[in-house]
């Protein structure tokens, strides 16, 4: 994910204050490996830093959510939003974007991965078919499902790159390239390659991802 992230940003990121931003950054390995591909300056911000640190690759990582960033107007050429989205209650999705906005330049692009609640086998909850039932039947399903790890379900909430796109534009950005994101069975946990070679028709129609990149008007 990282190296396509990198070749997106070289691809459309024209470099004005050099600097980049990686929201929901954990301990900044997609920071680090697109400030040493690119060239660019990069900061982290997510909820689960507790102080200001820098990462081992020089990334300065900060407390901070997608809808309060602590960065002035335009100090960024790049937003990175890599499977963060998903992440953020709805209630805060237009906030965060406008928010995101706020902190790029004027041609300055949100680029990031987006999962695709549709896959076959839900990436989150790594259960069959969670993204294709209704929310309440989605949180009982993962309560009860007999398996073991448990990750909050309450920390996810299943959006469609065409709800994203529909948010992104009515929030003052205009689409540049959405392409499906899969990765070869060879990156994926052994558990699932086979599952992966034996599905690989349908992951060509539901693909496992999206990738995007969207400009600031």
Known sequence: MSATLAELVKHYVKPETNRGLDIGCAEGAVADFLRKETGLEMWGVDPRQQSKQI??????????????????????????LANVYEHIPPTLRDASLEEIRRVLVK?????????????PIEQHSRLPLMGFLPRVVQLKYWQIAPVSWKPSA?????????????????????????????YPPEALPSSFQRIARLLSTVIRAFPFAWQFVFQKD
Do not use: M
């Open 55 to 80: 990462s081992a690759g020089g990334a300065e990582l900060l407390p901070g959510l997608a809808h309060q960033l602590p960065f002035a107007d335009s100090y960024f050429d790049c937003a990175i």
């Open 107 to 119: 041609g300055g692009k949100l680029i990031g991965q987006l999962p695709n609640p549709r896959f």
């Open 154 to 182: 309450r920390s996810w909430f299943p959006v469609t790159i065409s709800d994203l796109t529909r948010k992104v534009e009515c929030s003052g950005f205009e689409t540049v390239i959405i392409k499906n994101f899969g």
